[in-house]
């Protein structure tokens, strides 16, 4: 007679528990980037609406950037760091192959022996990742998890090319999912479109930087490469219906909503997106990229964070999150905010 | 299918849209960037609504040669043929 075994059951709603944000220090203004490329305070504004920047320090890595969102995210959620049951870290821009920065971070906050790992889902990691822990959740194999996003973007950047220069930065977010009485994380529409993996990719692959003995490296350092039009073209027309349809999943009509928080790319793309979704005026819209320019995975995490405690987003409202980005992919859902 | 004057006053339409410069500014000869000031993103909204209004594609491969208006107008009116 075969054994039969067990398959874990979780709780039957998640939500998230408490968000957390890490803004590095240096202030970038548009002048500075002047100084690389040859653009104006105006031309930028223009272009990506984005006013300032912040940039990690040089030793600061992802980790370092990650672990007081966390304390922060921890902290609002009530959850002490034994509880967390699953670290989960979206980056591009953890410079080790292995280990994952998501196992170190666990250590450094002490959330041994949490499963850890790292998620490469670009500027859509995190909401990856809340998809992902609100779905553990719920099937048990966590009770607690943090979800991060993080990005060291200035150290991926090729200061000289004036398509990219002045878009991108640093920072962390991070949030607690954990179990719930109602249903506080809505379905998660995602996918992805690998037919456009060259639109936004890494200039140069690290084994091409290989010198034939195989022992050293030489060349340009890699960074972020990006072709701005086609970008935006499928951002606002391929991404509009993507956050449609996470509303209709999660049963919420655009009326419902406290805050839209769309990966911070572009104001122009966030605005077009706007127009496309036919959102009423009066919903708050997420417009971090001003003071922190494009962070990828950390974007969505930050934004939130700012609206929450500016008040420009009630605690408990609803909130459409979207996030995309290279592969292409990109992951959207509704959820309440902490 | 449209006559290129038809092509013309519906582009115009759509770049007052987007820009909100007067229709009547959109001449044949004009350049999209020099002349009307018009960045690479408000293109791209420029080109996606004509695609709509005028039931054509145009990859985004073709949109950098659409430097003037007689480029865009031309463009369509061979695409709808």
């Known amino acids: ?338 | 299918m449209a006559t290129e004057q038809e092509i013309l006053s519906g582009l115009a339409e759509i770049v007052n849209e987007e820009t909100g410069l007067p229709a009547d500014a959109v001449e044949m000869d004009k350049s999209f960037t020099d002349d009307l000031d018009i960045d690479s993103l408000s293109m791209m909204t420029i080109v996606v609504n004509a695609e709509e209004k005028f039931g054509i594609r145009i990859p985004d491969e073709d949109v950098k040669n659409l430097t003037t208006v007689r480029d865009a107008v031309s463009y369509i009116a061979q695409a709808q043929g």
Not at chain 1, 253 to 258: I, N, T, Y
Not at chain 1, 273 to 295: C, F, S, W, Y
Request: proline content about 5%; glycine content about 10%; aromatic content about 6%.
């Open chain 1, 1 to 338: 007679m075969t054994a039969t075994l067990t398959q874990s059951t979780g709780t039957e709603h998640s939500r998230v528990m408490g968000v957390g944000a890490m803004r590095p220090e240096r202030v970038v203004t548009n002048e500075e980037v002047c100084t690389w490329i040859d653009s104006s305070d105006t031309w930028i504004r223009e272009r990506s609406g984005i006013v300032t920047r912040r940039f990690a320090r040089p030793e600061e890595t992802v980790v370092d950037m990650a672990e007081p969102a966390c304390r922060d995210a921890l902290a609002m959620a009530g959850i002490a760091a034994s509880q967390v049951d699953a670290v989960i870290v979206s980056t591009v821009t953890w410079y080790l192959q292995t280990p994952s920065a998501a196992a170190v971070l666990a250590e450094r906050i002490g959330a041994t022996p949490a499963a850890a790992f790292d998620l490469s889902a670009a500027c859509a990691g995190f909401c990856h990742g809340v998809g992902l822990a609100s779905d553990m959740v719920r099937s048990g194999s966590a009770r607690h998890v943090l979800v991060v996003g993080v990005e060291k973007l200035s150290d991926f950047t090729d200061l000289r090319d004036r398509g990219t220069a002045f878009l991108f930065g640093d920072g962390a977010g991070a949030v607690v999912v954990g179990p719930s009485n109602h249903p506080g994380i809505g379905p998660t529409m995602w996918g992805s479109d690998g037919a456009q993996a060259d639109v936004i990719t890494q200039t140069t692959s690290w084994t091409s930087m290989r010198s034939e003995d195989g022992r050293t490296i030489s060349g340009d350092w890699p960074a972020l490469g990006m072709a701005g039009q086609t970008v935006f073209r499928w951002a606002v027309w391929q991404m509009a219906p993507v956050a449609q349809k996470a509303m209709d999943a999660a049963g919420i009509r655009a009326e419902d909503l406290a805050a839209f928080v769309p990966h911070q790319a572009n104001v122009r793309i966030i605005d077009a997106m706007v127009k496309q979704l036919g959102l009423p005026d009066d919903i708050p819209v997420a417009r971090d990229i001003e003071h922190m320019g494009n962070t990828s995975a950390a974007s969505v995490p930050l934004a939130m964070e700012r609206m929450l405690r500016e008040g420009t987003a009630p605690h408990g409202g609803l909130a459409l999150l979207i996030g995309f980005g290279a592969g292409l992919v990109y992951a959207a859902q509704v959820i309440e905010l902490p």
